[in-house]
Protein backbone atom coordinates (compact mmCIF):
# COMPACT_ATOMS: atom_id res chain seq x y z
CA UNK A 1 0.00 0.00 0.00
CA UNK A 2 0.67 3.57 0.08
CA UNK A 3 2.70 5.06 2.97
CA UNK A 4 5.13 7.66 3.99
CA UNK A 5 8.32 7.55 5.85
CA UNK A 6 9.96 10.46 7.59
CA UNK A 7 12.46 11.51 9.77
CA UNK A 8 11.73 10.96 13.47
CA UNK A 9 11.82 14.31 15.57
CA UNK A 10 11.85 16.07 17.35
CA UNK A 11 14.69 18.16 15.75
CA UNK A 12 16.26 21.32 17.76
CA UNK A 13 18.45 23.70 15.51
CA UNK A 14 20.08 27.39 16.06
CA UNK A 15 18.66 30.57 14.59
CA UNK A 16 20.15 30.38 10.91
CA UNK A 17 21.06 26.80 10.56
CA UNK A 18 20.42 24.72 7.79
CA UNK A 19 17.43 22.19 7.95
CA UNK A 20 16.75 18.83 6.36
CA UNK A 21 13.58 16.65 7.00
CA UNK A 22 14.04 13.42 5.23
CA UNK A 23 11.41 12.10 3.74
CA UNK A 24 10.71 8.70 1.55
CA UNK A 25 7.57 7.37 0.14
CA UNK A 26 5.92 3.56 -1.28
CA UNK A 27 3.32 4.25 -4.01
CA UNK A 28 1.69 3.14 -6.61
CA UNK A 29 1.83 4.88 -9.75
CA UNK A 30 3.08 8.53 -9.81
CA UNK A 31 1.94 9.93 -6.61
CA UNK A 32 1.70 14.06 -5.90
CA UNK A 33 3.50 15.17 -3.38
CA UNK A 34 2.82 17.57 -0.26
CA UNK A 35 4.76 19.03 3.10
CA UNK A 36 2.51 20.84 5.22
CA UNK A 37 3.17 22.70 8.22
CA UNK A 38 1.19 22.36 11.51
CA UNK A 39 2.36 25.93 13.62
CA UNK A 40 1.44 25.56 17.73
CA UNK A 41 -2.42 26.27 18.16
CA UNK A 42 -2.88 26.54 14.26
CA UNK A 43 -4.30 23.82 11.72
CA UNK A 44 -2.46 22.05 9.07
CA UNK A 45 -1.31 24.38 6.33
CA UNK A 46 0.35 23.39 2.91
CA UNK A 47 3.86 24.47 2.91
CA UNK A 48 4.76 23.19 -1.00
CA UNK A 49 3.78 20.17 -3.42
CA UNK A 50 5.21 18.88 -6.25
CA UNK A 51 2.95 16.99 -8.80
CA UNK A 52 5.73 15.10 -10.53
CA UNK A 53 8.92 14.02 -10.83
CA UNK A 54 11.83 16.58 -10.77
CA UNK A 55 9.59 18.94 -9.84
CA UNK A 56 10.82 21.77 -7.28
CA UNK A 57 8.18 22.86 -4.71
CA UNK A 58 9.37 25.93 -2.81
CA UNK A 59 7.66 28.47 -0.60
CA UNK A 60 9.37 30.61 2.40
CA UNK A 61 12.78 29.66 1.85
CA UNK A 62 11.95 25.57 2.33
CA UNK A 63 12.02 23.65 -1.13
CA UNK A 64 11.77 19.78 -1.59
CA UNK A 65 12.86 17.99 -5.37
CA UNK A 66 10.39 14.92 -6.32
CA UNK A 67 12.90 12.45 -6.97
CA UNK A 68 11.64 9.43 -8.70
CA UNK A 69 14.04 7.67 -8.76
CA UNK A 70 14.86 7.69 -4.90
CA UNK A 71 10.67 7.99 -3.59
CA UNK A 72 12.42 11.09 -2.39
CA UNK A 73 11.06 14.28 -1.28
CA UNK A 74 12.76 15.53 1.61
CA UNK A 75 12.04 19.39 2.79
CA UNK A 76 15.57 21.65 3.23
CA UNK A 77 16.02 25.39 4.17
CA UNK A 78 19.06 27.18 4.20
CA UNK A 79 18.74 29.46 7.66
CA UNK A 80 15.64 28.66 9.84
CA UNK A 81 13.87 31.20 11.72
CA UNK A 82 12.72 30.89 15.49
CA UNK A 83 8.78 31.64 13.55
CA UNK A 84 10.19 28.05 11.57
CA UNK A 85 8.91 26.40 14.81
CA UNK A 86 6.36 23.60 13.84
CA UNK A 87 5.28 20.58 13.35
CA UNK A 88 6.22 19.35 9.77
CA UNK A 89 3.92 16.85 7.57
CA UNK A 90 5.27 14.46 4.43
CA UNK A 91 2.33 13.41 2.87
CA UNK A 92 1.23 11.73 -0.96
CA UNK A 93 -1.65 11.85 -3.03
CA UNK A 94 -2.16 9.03 -5.58
CA UNK A 95 -3.32 10.12 -8.98
CA UNK A 96 -6.24 8.81 -10.32
CA UNK A 97 -7.62 7.14 -7.13
CA UNK A 98 -8.64 8.10 -4.03
CA UNK A 99 -7.97 11.73 -3.16
CA UNK A 100 -7.24 10.85 0.47
CA UNK A 101 -3.84 12.08 1.44
CA UNK A 102 -1.19 9.73 3.20
CA UNK A 103 1.22 11.15 5.97
CA UNK A 104 4.34 10.75 7.37
CA UNK A 105 4.37 11.33 11.36
CA UNK A 106 5.08 14.93 11.32
CA UNK A 107 8.84 15.68 12.52
CA UNK A 108 8.52 18.59 15.33
CA UNK A 109 10.82 21.42 14.77
CA UNK A 110 12.06 23.43 17.42
CA UNK A 111 14.33 26.20 16.35
CA UNK A 112 16.23 28.73 19.44
CA UNK A 113 17.23 32.12 19.60
CA UNK B 1 -12.81 34.07 2.98
CA UNK B 2 -13.47 32.27 6.15
CA UNK B 3 -11.20 29.36 5.97
CA UNK B 4 -12.57 25.89 7.20
CA UNK B 5 -13.70 26.15 10.76
CA UNK B 6 -14.20 22.97 13.44
CA UNK B 7 -16.26 23.00 16.17
CA UNK B 8 -15.55 22.42 19.38
CA UNK B 9 -12.01 23.04 19.46
CA UNK B 10 -11.83 20.82 22.80
CA UNK B 11 -14.13 18.03 23.69
CA UNK B 12 -13.45 16.23 27.22
CA UNK B 13 -15.78 13.25 28.02
CA UNK B 14 -16.08 9.94 29.34
CA UNK B 15 -15.88 6.40 27.88
CA UNK B 16 -19.17 4.96 26.86
CA UNK B 17 -20.69 9.01 26.08
CA UNK B 18 -20.97 10.26 22.46
CA UNK B 19 -19.58 13.57 21.52
CA UNK B 20 -20.66 15.19 17.89
CA UNK B 21 -18.03 17.10 15.75
CA UNK B 22 -18.74 19.69 13.32
CA UNK B 23 -16.94 21.10 10.43
CA UNK B 24 -17.47 24.24 8.28
CA UNK B 25 -15.66 24.06 5.18
CA UNK B 26 -14.52 26.76 2.45
CA UNK B 27 -17.82 28.12 0.86
CA UNK B 28 -18.80 26.56 -2.18
CA UNK B 29 -16.08 23.10 -1.77
CA UNK B 30 -17.45 20.29 -2.76
CA UNK B 31 -15.58 17.77 -1.29
CA UNK B 32 -14.91 17.76 2.33
CA UNK B 33 -12.51 14.84 4.13
CA UNK B 34 -12.07 14.07 7.79
CA UNK B 35 -8.80 12.69 9.40
CA UNK B 36 -7.68 11.72 12.32
CA UNK B 37 -4.14 11.65 14.68
CA UNK B 38 -4.03 9.67 17.52
CA UNK B 39 -1.55 10.74 19.51
CA UNK B 40 2.84 10.03 18.15
CA UNK B 41 0.98 8.44 15.24
CA UNK B 42 0.22 9.53 11.66
CA UNK B 43 -2.73 11.52 10.75
CA UNK B 44 -4.60 8.99 9.14
CA UNK B 45 -7.51 9.51 6.40
CA UNK B 46 -11.40 8.47 8.06
CA UNK B 47 -13.43 9.70 4.82
CA UNK B 48 -14.27 11.81 2.26
CA UNK B 49 -17.33 13.41 0.97
CA UNK B 50 -18.48 15.20 -2.59
CA UNK B 51 -21.21 17.12 -1.57
CA UNK B 52 -23.78 14.81 0.60
CA UNK B 53 -22.87 11.53 -0.91
CA UNK B 54 -19.47 9.27 0.91
CA UNK B 55 -17.00 9.00 -1.47
CA UNK B 56 -14.37 6.79 0.20
CA UNK B 57 -15.06 5.91 4.10
CA UNK B 58 -12.32 3.39 3.98
CA UNK B 59 -10.65 5.00 6.66
CA UNK B 60 -13.48 5.03 9.72
CA UNK B 61 -12.19 2.51 11.86
CA UNK B 62 -15.63 1.14 13.53
CA UNK B 63 -19.53 1.53 13.07
CA UNK B 64 -19.48 3.34 16.17
CA UNK B 65 -18.51 6.81 14.21
CA UNK B 66 -21.09 8.18 11.94
CA UNK B 67 -20.20 10.99 9.49
CA UNK B 68 -23.28 12.74 7.72
CA UNK B 69 -23.40 16.25 5.03
CA UNK B 70 -26.67 17.12 5.33
CA UNK B 71 -27.05 19.59 2.37
CA UNK B 72 -23.75 19.19 0.79
CA UNK B 73 -22.51 22.46 3.30
CA UNK B 74 -21.45 21.40 6.64
CA UNK B 75 -20.34 17.85 8.25
CA UNK B 76 -20.98 15.99 11.27
CA UNK B 77 -18.92 13.46 12.89
CA UNK B 78 -20.47 11.32 15.55
CA UNK B 79 -18.85 9.30 17.79
CA UNK B 80 -21.24 6.90 19.70
CA UNK B 81 -20.42 5.38 22.16
CA UNK B 82 -16.60 6.98 22.49
CA UNK B 83 -13.52 4.29 24.11
CA UNK B 84 -10.08 5.23 25.17
CA UNK B 85 -8.85 4.69 21.90
CA UNK B 86 -10.52 6.99 19.81
CA UNK B 87 -8.45 9.67 21.64
CA UNK B 88 -7.09 12.53 19.47
CA UNK B 89 -7.47 15.09 16.92
CA UNK B 90 -9.65 15.36 14.25
CA UNK B 91 -9.16 17.36 11.31
CA UNK B 92 -11.23 18.18 8.40
CA UNK B 93 -10.19 19.40 5.37
CA UNK B 94 -11.71 21.14 2.44
CA UNK B 95 -11.02 21.44 -1.53
CA UNK B 96 -12.66 22.99 -4.33
CA UNK B 97 -12.67 20.09 -6.84
CA UNK B 98 -11.89 16.90 -7.60
CA UNK B 99 -8.79 18.44 -9.72
CA UNK B 100 -7.86 20.56 -7.29
CA UNK B 101 -4.57 19.53 -5.28
CA UNK B 102 -4.67 21.26 -2.18
CA UNK B 103 -6.88 20.25 0.65
CA UNK B 104 -7.22 23.32 3.12
CA UNK B 105 -7.69 22.13 6.97
CA UNK B 106 -8.90 23.11 9.91
CA UNK B 107 -7.82 23.91 13.20
CA UNK B 108 -8.64 20.00 14.43
CA UNK B 109 -11.09 19.27 17.55
CA UNK B 110 -8.83 17.54 20.16
CA UNK B 111 -10.58 14.74 22.06
CA UNK B 112 -9.82 13.12 24.99
CA UNK B 113 -11.77 9.99 26.13
CA UNK B 114 -11.67 9.35 29.67
Known amino acids: GNSVTQMEGPVTLSEEAFLTINCTYTATGYPSLFWYVQYPGEGLQLLLKATKADDKGSNKGFEATYRKETTSFHLEKGSVQVSDSAVYFCALKTQGGSEKLVFGKGTKLTVNP | EAGVTQFPSHSVIEKGQTVTLRCDPISGHDNLYWYRRVMGKEIKFLLHFVKESKQDESGMPNNRFLAERTGGTYSTLKVQPAELEDSGVYFC????????????FGPGTRLLVL
Open chain 2, 93 to 104: ASSQDLRAETQY
